[in-house]
């Protein structure tokens, strides 16, 4: 009996290191995007429409920049307002594996007037 509540006890904390680990990956993810969020505040182009979507493509270098791979946009516009926000910007990276892994964000620009 002894032995079996052990086992369980021994499964359940494996268990609990390993949500720990992904709930941390995450949350690194998460603060790269919301740096983001911040570098791309406050677009400087007229939206004809009542929202534009993009999706971005991009890796961090050694020195923790960003480096755009592509953008798919619609509008050249935003493909260069981001190209110019982003690119070649430090980010925190303390805790994201850089290595070679593709980061890719959806952006959608809002109009406010609508």
Do not use: W
């Amino acid at each position: 009996m002894k032995k079996l509540i052990v086992l369980v006890v021994a499964i359940l904390a494996t268990t609990q290191i390993f949500a720990n680990d992904k709930n941390t990956e995450e949350t690194t993810e998460q603060k790269l995007r919301n740096e983001i969020a911040l570098l791309l505040d406050k677009p400087q182009f007229e939206l004809e429409s009542n929202e534009i979507k993009a999706n971005i493509e991009f890796i961090l270098n050694a020195k923790g920049e960003i480096v755009i791979l592509t953008v798919d946009s619609e509008k050249e516009a935003v493909a260069s307002f981001v190209k110019s926000r982003l690119n070649y910007k430090k980010v925190d990276t303390d805790n994201i594996r850089t290595g070679n892994k593709i980061f890719k964000i959806k952006l959608k620009v809002l109009n406010p007037e609508a």
